[in-house]
């Protein structure tokens, strides 16, 4: 079987994100880190294959959760890597100007402060490893909060993310210790919000694909 998955290259330098985040730790998160999702990704679906030709499935439950953890590991790094620009932070602003995430992020949250502060505060509390996550909601065309258990456990199904924090301990460990709060606090200072941006009218695009009425 072909390799499926390649770890995208970085969107700009090591040290592009200091100092809200380390160079040392973006080397070590990307290149280490994500690679290993994109590998495991990689030789799980070798795995799944071999167990087909075989018809073998006794090992079939932890073929499939090792499948969902390394691809959900692989697709919400790729997406915080785009998430994040060393010119960022302040509010959201639409590339042309306009504020179409601004006003959607005021009428599900109440205003873009609770907002943050309800991811924030997701993101920090994550129990172990997790991201906190703003996702475009497909139902109702709302955006929500996700708080992801590992990476993909505790999510609405169709959710799109938009905007993730890490808060997995390698994100941040070397630079801020066992302050999870701290560093996601100083998140918000790198936030790329026209690629927040770009992502929410794509999700509201791909919407109408995702629920067909019979």
């Not at 070798?46 to 499939?64: C, F, P, S, T, Y």
């Not at 309800?118 to 996702?135: E, I, N, P």
Request: charged letters at 20%.
């Amino acid at each position: 079987m072909s390799t499926l998955y390649t770890l995208p290259e970085l969107p700009y330098d090591y040290v592009a994100l200091e100092p809200v985040i380390s160079g040392e730790i973006i080397e070590l998160h990307h290149d280490k880190h994500h690679a290993a999702y994109v590998k495991g990704a990689n030789d799980t679906l070798e795995q799944l294959a071999e167990a087909r030709d075989k018809e073998n499935w006794g090992g079939i439950n932890g073929l499939e959760k090792s499948l969902a953890f390394h691809l959900s590991g692989h697709i919400l790094h790729s997406i915080y890597w785009q998430n994040m620009t060393g010119d960022g932070g302040g509010e959201p602003l639409d590339k042309d100007g306009t504020g179409e995430l601004a006003d959607a992020i005021a009428e599900s949250f109440g205003s873009f402060a609770k907002f943050k502060a309800q991811l924030s505060k997701a993101a920090a509390t994550t129990q172990g490893s997790g991201w906190g996550v703003l996702a475009y909601e497909p139902v109702t065309g709302r955006l929500i909060v996700e708080q992801i258990y590992d990476h993909q456990g505790n999510v609405g199904q169709g959710s799109v993310p938009i905007l993730v924090f890490d808060a997995w301990e390698h994100a941040f460990y070397l630079q801020y210790r066992n302050q999870k709060v701290d560093f996601v606090e100083a998140m918000w200072r790198v936030v790329n919000w026209q690629d927040v941006a770009a992502r929410y009218t794509a999700a509201k695009e791909r919407a109408n694909n995702l629920l067909l009425a019979p």
